[in-house]
């Protein structure tokens, strides 16, 4: 009179032929043909083998262990969901930065005690209800030697080695950042490889897109420099990584994070733009999500796939190339870079981190508006370098290649920014932005200009690149006659010269240096009224 639950003894060969006479094919269910269907007949039996009877109060060995199997399954599932971790870019051969208080964040099993150890220092932390903790180390000169950087609950424990201490600098942008040091020119490449260093380090955040089609590509951990590993590093990056590492004998880190075709505001995050509304309205248009590359062009995209897990790493500050894919939309740019340069200083908690940022190369562009399009993100470019505090922008056309949007040229990038590093950042006295324009008087058939230089300005080939307009803005070439650091500029057919510019096209050359070579940016000055 008790309940019974019933077993198959055995279960069925699958590979056998069911009944109804057809074979199995793999892939298919086959039905055999309707037979008797009561308890009993031949076909019933056929299908499914004899039960065996077991008690309800001894139950089948067969399903105490399958129970028990779950069991430690979901154990062992929950165990590892809030297994230690540290969060991203922490990793062996890390840089610390050096002077600051860091954060080391993570997971771990909720209420269990983390510590964090470091050389001489330690801090403990509890583990939240959400699995987060976060632990400090207070602030640390340079150093050198490579210690393990230790994480422990009283269950687990992590061990990062080869930490040192020194200056992180992010290099962002897009790609003419991205490119890399494999596809320099061969004597290139191979002086660079020869200066490896185990100071300089490098974390390379994954991208999203490649060739038109949407990737995942893991981040690759924080690397020394070898001779065989820098083939994917940033080309530009590690030029200006290995000057200022050799020339202050610290570590150096770069922590990379840009992507080919990528816009400005695509980096700025989501955040920052419901903050400041008007900011958004600025931005150039946005691809359908049909569209792949929407991935890398639309407000916020590759903030929210790519920096935002990297970005609160303490920095020493910023190297940034970046404006092609905004060349086509040049009248906000000011808006925008100076936008994005306020969202990252916020996130770091940084009102003056320094942000040093590559202006427009030279290229032979074809655009509706007298080829100029790239001209006048330039001059944006310029604006922000004038106007935002601790920025420097470095001057580049004249190392680009016309029918080339990416030009092989980047130890002259690289050294640029370690120039203008060395100014604004390590204090050195240090000539490192070429002639600037200081102003501009505007009188009967001339054009005075003044610039801030070192030295006298000279030329360096013709410069058949100035032009002057009068009331009619028809620019015209004129005559140049250079008198140390001024520049008087002049035409016959023009008696009243209303604005002058110099290099003003998408593909340019740049004759006008300083004694020590730096070219003068191109730019565009109208008279006052």
Same mark, same amino acid.
């Given at each position: 009179?008790?309940?019974?639950?019933?077993?198959?003894?055995?279960?069925?060969?699958?590979?056998? *032929?069911?009944?109804?006479?057809?074979?199995?094919?793999?892939?298919?269910?086959?039905?055999?043909?309707?037979?008797?269907?009561?308890?009993?007949?031949?076909?019933?039996?056929?299908?499914?083998?004899?039960?065996?009877?077991?008690?309800?109060?001894?139950?089948?060995?067969?399903?105490?262990?399958?129970?028990?199997? &779950?069991?430690?399954?979901?154990?062992? @599932?929950?165990?590892?969901?809030?297994?230690?971790?540290? =969060?991203?870019?922490?990793?062996?051969?890390?840089?610390?930065?050096?002077?600051?208080?860091?954060?080391?964040?993570?997971?771990?099993?909720?209420? /269990?005690?983390?510590?964090?150890?470091?050389?001489?220092?330690?801090?403990?932390?509890?583990?939240?209800?959400?699995?987060?903790?976060?632990?400090?180390?207070?602030?640390?000169?340079? =150093?050198?030697?490579?210690?393990?950087?230790?994480?422990?609950?009283?269950?687990?424990?992590?061990?990062?080695?080869?930490?040192?201490?020194?200056?992180?600098?992010?290099?962002?942008?897009?790609?003419?950042?991205?490119?890399?040091?494999?596809?320099?020119?061969?004597?290139?490449?191979?002086?660079?490889?020869?200066?490896?260093?185990?100071?300089? /380090?490098?974390?390379?955040?994954?991208?999203?897109?490649?060739?038109?089609?949407?990737?995942?590509?893991?981040?690759?951990?924080?690397?020394?420099?070898?001779?065989?590993?820098?083939?994917?590093?940033?080309?530009?990056?590690?030029?200006?990584?290995?000057?200022?590492?050799?020339?202050?004998?610290?570590?150096?880190?770069?922590?990379?994070?840009?992507?080919?075709?990528?816009?400005?505001?695509?980096?700025?995050?989501?955040?920052?733009?419901?903050?400041?509304?008007?900011?958004?309205?600025? *931005?150039?248009?946005?691809?359908?999500?049909? @569209?792949?590359?929407? /991935?890398?062009?639309?407000?916020?995209? &590759?903030?929210?796939?790519?920096?935002?897990?990297?970005?609160?790493?303490?920095?020493?500050?910023?190297?940034?190339?970046?404006?092609?894919?905004?060349?086509?939309?040049?009248?906000?740019?000011?808006?925008?870079?100076?936008?994005?340069?306020?969202?990252?200083?916020?996130? *770091?908690?940084?009102?003056?981190?320094?942000?040093?940022?590559?202006?427009?190369?030279?290229?032979?562009?074809?655009?509706?508006?007298?080829?100029?399009?790239?001209?006048?993100? +330039?001059?944006?470019? +310029?604006?922000?370098?004038?106007?935002?505090?601790?920025?420097?922008?470095?001057?580049?056309?004249?190392?680009?290649?016309?029918?080339?949007?990416?030009?092989?040229?980047?130890?002259?990038?690289?050294?640029?920014?370690?120039?203008?590093?060395?100014?604004?950042?390590?204090?050195?006295?240090?000539?490192?932005?070429?002639?600037?324009?200081? !102003?501009? +008087?505007?009188?009967?058939?001339?054009?005075?200009?003044?610039?801030?230089?070192?030295?006298?300005?000279?030329? +360096?080939?013709?410069? !058949?690149?100035?032009?002057?307009?009068?009331? @009619?803005?028809?620019?015209?070439?004129?005559?140049?006659?250079?008198?140390?650091? /001024?520049?008087?500029?002049?035409?016959? !057919?023009?008696?009243?010269?209303?604005?002058?510019?110099?290099?003003?096209?998408?593909?340019?050359?740049?004759?006008?240096? =300083?004694?020590?070579?730096?070219?003068?940016?191109?730019?565009?000055?109208?008279?006052?009224?």
């Amino acid at each position: 009179g008790r309940d019974t639950y019933a077993l198959p003894a055995r279960m069925p060969n699958r590979s056998a *032929q069911p009944a109804g006479g057809a074979p199995h094919r793999r892939g298919v269910i086959t039905t055999p043909a309707r037979r008797c269907s009561h308890p009993g007949s031949s076909a019933t039996s056929q299908l499914f083998p004899p039960m065996k009877k077991y008690s309800k109060n001894k139950l089948a060995m067969p399903h105490r262990f399958f129970i028990f199997f &779950l069991l430690c399954a979901c154990c062992i @599932d929950s165990a590892y969901a809030q297994e230690l971790t540290v =969060d991203t870019p922490f990793s062996s051969n890390m840089v610390l930065q050096r002077d600051t208080r860091i954060r080391i964040s993570g997971t771990a099993v909720p209420g /269990r005690t983390v510590t964090v150890r470091f050389g001489s220092q330690s801090d403990k932390a509890c583990s939240a209800s959400d699995s987060r903790w976060q632990a400090y180390l207070e602030p640390m000169a340079a =150093d050198t030697t490579g210690k393990p950087l230790l994480v422990f609950d009283g269950q687990d424990s992590l061990r990062l080695d080869n930490v040192v201490v020194g200056d992180v600098w992010l290099a962002g942008g897009q790609s003419n950042m991205t490119f890399r040091a494999a596809s320099l020119l061969p004597d290139a490449y191979a002086r660079l490889r020869q200066q490896a260093s185990p100071l300089i /380090r490098s974390y390379n955040v994954g991208r999203v897109v490649e060739g038109g089609r949407t990737i995942t590509e893991k981040d690759a951990p924080w690397t020394p420099f070898t001779p065989e590993a820098i083939g994917k590093w940033s080309a530009v990056a590690t030029y200006f990584a290995a000057e200022i590492s050799e020339r202050y004998g610290i570590p150096i880190g770069i922590l990379h994070c840009s992507h080919g075709a990528s816009t400005v505001e695509s980096w700025i995050s989501p955040e920052y733009y419901a903050a400041h509304p008007a900011t958004e309205a600025l *931005q150039c248009p946005a691809r359908p999500q049909t @569209d792949v590359m929407h /991935r890398v062009t639309n407000a916020s995209q &590759l903030y929210t796939s790519m920096l935002a897990k990297v970005i609160e790493y303490p920095l020493r500050g910023v190297i940034w190339y970046q404006g092609e894919s905004n060349g086509a939309w040049p009248n906000h740019y000011y808006e925008s870079f100076s936008a994005l340069i306020d969202c990252w200083r916020e996130i *770091q908690r940084q009102p003056e981190l320094p942000f040093l940022f590559a202006q427009l190369s030279c290229y032979d562009r074809k655009d509706a508006r007298g080829n100029t399009t790239w001209a006048e993100l +330039r001059e944006a470019q +310029r604006k922000v370098a004038c106007s935002v505090p601790r920025t420097a922008m470095i001057v580049t056309c004249d190392v680009g290649e016309f029918k080339d949007i990416h030009p092989k040229d980047k130890r002259t990038v690289g050294h640029r920014f370690a120039l203008a590093a060395r100014d604004i950042v390590y204090g050195e006295q240090v000539n490192a932005s070429g002639p600037v324009l200081r !102003s501009a +008087r505007f009188g009967d058939r001339r054009v005075t200009l003044r610039f801030r230089t070192k030295g006298a300005l000279t030329a +360096r080939g013709p410069l !058949s690149e100035f032009e002057i307009c009068g009331a @009619d803005s028809i620019y015209v070439p004129a005559q140049v006659v250079i008198r140390r650091k /001024r520049i008087i500029l002049c035409c016959d !057919s023009i008696r009243q010269p209303q604005a002058a510019r110099y290099a003003w096209r998408n593909a340019n050359t740049l004759c006008l240096h =300083d004694r020590d070579g730096l070219p003068a940016s191109p730019f565009r000055i109208t008279a006052e009224r």
